[in-house]
C-alpha cells in the first residue's frame, strides 16, 4: 500500500511537515493558520515566517510530554502527503491555572500581538473548562491538497482513536466548517460552536488589517468523541 502511517521520531521530517501544512492551509484558507505564521508569503520575509514556524512547532513539541507526532507518507513518490499532532494527557493537564494569559508571542510587539493573542485566547481558553480530565486532544491535523480523499486524514484519526479507545478516555478537538464531516464519521460530536473575533468592539485599522487578513469572524466547532463512540470508516 502507497500510503503508510508513521510516527514522527526526527526533527529533520519537520521541515516537510511545515511545508505540507502551510499549503494545506492555504487551500482552502484558514484564518487560524495566520494566527500561528504572522510572517507567510514569497521573498525572505515569509521564508524566515516559515523558519520561525517550523522551530516553534519543534521546540514545543520536544518541551511536551504529551505531544506525539504522526505523519502519512505516500511511498510511490516518497514525500509526506498529511500529518497531525496528538496530545496524550493521562492526568487533568489544567490542574493548576496557568501563571499568565497565553500570548501570541511570535507576533510583533505592539496592539498587533495584543489582538493576536486575543483570539489565541479565544481558540483556547476554552479547553480549561472543558477538557479538564484525562483525555486525548487533536492538536492539529492536515493533509496536503493534491492528496486528499485518498484516506490520509483517516489514517491520522484512527492513530488517536485506537489509543483513545485503549485507554478508554475522550477525544477533543476544535474543527473548521469543512473539517468537521471527517471527524464526525469518526465519532465526534459538536458541542459547541463560536465566532473568533465577533464581539470585539476595536475599531483601530491595525484591527481591521487584521479582520481582512484573517477573514474574521472565524467559526469553529468545538469536537468530543465519547469513550463509547464508534467510527463509521
Known sequence: MPLQLREVTSDDDFDEITSVECESFETPFIGTYILLRPNRGPGPIGEAGFQEF??????????????????????????????????????????????????????????????????????????????????????????HPDHRRRGVGNLLLEWGTKKADEMRLEVFLESTDDGKYLYHRHGFAVMNEYLLGATVSNTSMEWKKLQEELRIPIRVHLMRRGVESKSEV
Open 54 to 143: 517550523k522551530e516553534r512547532q519543534i521546540r514545543e513539541h520536544h518541551d511536551d510530554p504529551s505531544s506525539h507526532w504522526v505523519k502519512v507518507v505516500d511511498t510511490a513518490i516518497g514525500k509526506i502527503v498529511g500529518a497531525a499532532n496528538w496530545n496524550i494527557y493521562e492526568t487533568n493537564p489544567f490542574e493548576e491555572p496557568s501563571p499568565e494569559p497565553l500570548q501570541a508571542y511570535w507576533w510583533p510587539e505592539g496592539e498587533q500581538r495584543e489582538l493576536a493573542s486575543m483570539l489565541l485566547r479565544q481558540l483556547l481558553d476554552p479547553r480549561a473548562t472543558t477538557m479538564n480530565k484525562p483525555h486525548l486532544l487533536l492538536s492539529i491535523c492536515f493533509v
